[in-house]
């Protein structure tokens, strides 16, 4: 063909095949999706199970990912070192509890470390309290989101991180998936099976199987020999205002410019309050966050074969998965509908790099996954995993009045 010939086909091909032509192409390899951080808590808990046959998975190839090398490349927010939450369904407090430490910081430069367990020992209670007003029909699990930090400040309040660790005994790690939920849990369904609705006591015996486990919350904290109720030191020292943050979700299958409600189990309370916007928005108001000294909570799948397990620490998304300029609310809301896009994990996200035309994310993981690679503690987000993977974002609203104000309340 003549190159002119080859120019005007060029010039004729539609822009979106342009685009795809320049995706990436990655590879795949096949390997045993070990964790060996979890199984090192396992076995200090001695509660490592019996050795299965090692399964192979498609994984994706992640030496061939051109990403950041090093936490130093990112421009980040102040936050806490990453801490684990051992073997826990509590991501999303340890997420959204660093994240409001982060906030602390932001607005008054104060470095305060929170009690996680504080927050998860009142959930728990709420779950029981609402498991019997639903005659056991509310949804059990270790699992919450993020605006349940918030909804048990409100009541209940916050205490510093050293006041109430949840760990007895010098444990060195959390174990609430073999001891603590499993109690809890059985307690539960044998007040389901014996028709057994007394409030009163079933939050008494689960707040007797907590205090077994965790200890009992302090009632008062000693700040500047100065005795504080929880609620006290919320108001005083903390000084954050929980209704000063909000919750952004976006999906098809509600529409847009409403504050919807969050469909999953870990949303066991039916929350309706959550601001759905299209993806779009959704997108750059986290790119515009994070430029302006803005931390985010985040949440969604992290189950993916472009999630690294290992080294890498990374999650991208795939090329044989879906090409990048393919990302788009359609394919967004149809991992969700099929089942393959979850709300599995929690997580902060507290700084960016831009590489190569795209932002990749510093996010810092309280999970057994984050600790397996050079940069423990945490992962390095491509931005198209967040834009097809992660459902929720809760940030302070100053950093989405363009979109808050399109919304009626």
């Not at 006591?201 to 965790?214: F, G, N, P, Q, W």
């Not at 020999?225 to 919320?234: A, C, G, R, S």
């Not at 916007?277 to 959704?282: A, K, Y």
Request: glycine fraction near 6%; include cysteine; charged fraction near 25%.
């Amino acid at each position: 063909m003549k190159p002119f010939a080859s120019l005007l086909l060029l010039l004729l091909l539609p822009p979106l095949l342009l685009v795809r032509a320049q995706d990436r192409r990655d590879r795949a390899v096949f390997e045993v999706k070990s964790d060996a951080m979890i199984d090192s808590i396992k076995a200090e808990l001695q509660k490592a199970k019996p050795n299965e046959p090692p399964k192979k998975k498609m994984q994706l190839d992640f030496p061939g990912i051109k990403a950041p090398s090093a936490v130093s490349e990112f421009t980040s927010v102040w936050h806490f070192p990453p801490i684990r939450q051992g073997l826990s369904g509590m991501c999303w407090c340890f997420s959204t509890t660093s994240f409001l430490e982060s906030e602390i910081y932001r607005l008054s430069k104060r470095r305060i470390k929170l009690s996680e367990l504080h927050t998860v020992y009142w959930e728990y209670v709420e779950k029981a309290r609402e498991f019997v007003h639903t005659r056991g029909k509310s949804h059990l699990g270790e699992g919450s989101e993020a605006n349940a930090v918030f909804r048990i400040w409100k009541k209940y309040g916050v205490v510093p991180g050293q006041s109430y660790t949840g760990l007895k005994d010098s444990a060195k790690y959390h174990d609430h998936e073999n001891t603590l939920f499993p109690e809890i849990m059985n307690y539960l369904n044998s007040v389901k099976a014996r028709d057994a609705w007394n409030e009163e006591e079933v939050i008494a015996t689960v707040r007797s199987i907590l205090d077994h486990y965790l200890g009992p919350p302090p009632a008062t904290v000693l700040v500047d020999d100065k005795q504080m109720t929880p609620k006290e030191y919320l108001t005083n020292v903390v000084r954050l205002n929980p209704d000063d943050y909000v919750d952004l979700f976006s999906l098809m299958e509600k529409p847009y410019f409403q504050k919807v409600e969050f469909e999953v189990p870990d949303n066991w309370w039916h929350s309706k309050d959550y601001y759905n916007i299209p993806l779009d928005d959704f997108m750059r108001v986290l790119k515009n966050a994070v430029r302006r000294g803005f931390s985010v909570a985040i949440g969604g799948d992290f189950t993916e074969a472009g999630y690294s397990y290992g080294a890498a620490g990374l999650a991208v998304v795939p090329s044989f998965d879906i090409p990048s300029s393919a990302i788009d609310e359609l394919s967004r809301q149809f991992r969700f509908s099929n089942g393959t896009t979850a709300d599995d994990h929690g997580l902060h996200l507290v700084g960016y790099a831009e590489k190569d035309g795209k932002d990749w994310y510093l996010v810092k993981d309280s999970w057994s996954t984050a600790y397996n690679s050079a940069h423990p503690g945490y992962y390095f987000y491509h931005e198209d995993y967040v834009k097809l993977k992660m459902l929720g974002i809760t940030v302070h609203r100053d950093a989405a009045r363009d979109v808050l104000v399109r919304f009626k309340d």
